[in-house]
């Protein structure tokens, strides 16, 4: 599975954005997906993830209630819809796909757990 992450971009503070991954290969919808993101000088921090039917999702404290990720497994697609963005939200944001039990708290969030990475799109928050 091949994954580009784009949408990125400068927001101001309360904004939104959606950001959306394209994977390639046949077996995208047998993975569950994940949203980290890296500020400058930190780890790879969870975000969001979401199961390969659609039908369970699991968010990061920071983000739940102002972030939404959903998935199209028809068009290989999936997407990270985030609103009242704050300056902290402010990082390079990666989409990434694994076979996850995404029921299982510990590893949904570990970095470990997924098997293929996109790029990277940078998120820049403005306050």
């Known amino acids: 599975v091949q994954l580009q992450a784009s949408g990125g971009g400068l927001v101001q503070t309360g904004g939104s954005l959606r950001l959306s991954c394209a994977a390639s290969?046949?077996?995208?919808?047998?993975?569950?997906m994940g949203w980290f993101r890296q500020a400058p000088g930190k780890g790879r921090e969870f975000v969001a993830a979401?199961?390969?039917?659609?039908?369970?999702?699991y968010y990061a404290d920071s983000v739940k209630g102002r972030f939404t990720i959903s998935r199209d497994n028809a068009k290989n697609m999936v997407y990270l819809q985030m609103s009242s963005l704050k300056p902290e939200d402010t990082a390079v944001y990666y989409c990434?796909?694994?076979?996850?039990?995404?029921?299982?708290?510990?590893?949904?969030?570990?970095?470990?757990?997924?098997?293929?990475w996109g790029q990277g799109t940078q998120v820049t928050v403005s306050s």
């Open positions: 979401i199961s390969w039917s659609g039908d369970s999702t």
């Open positions: 990434a796909a694994g076979r996850v039990d995404i029921y299982n708290t510990i590893v949904v969030v570990t970095t470990r757990s997924y098997d293929y």
């Open positions: 290969g046949r077996t995208f919808g047998s993975y569950a």
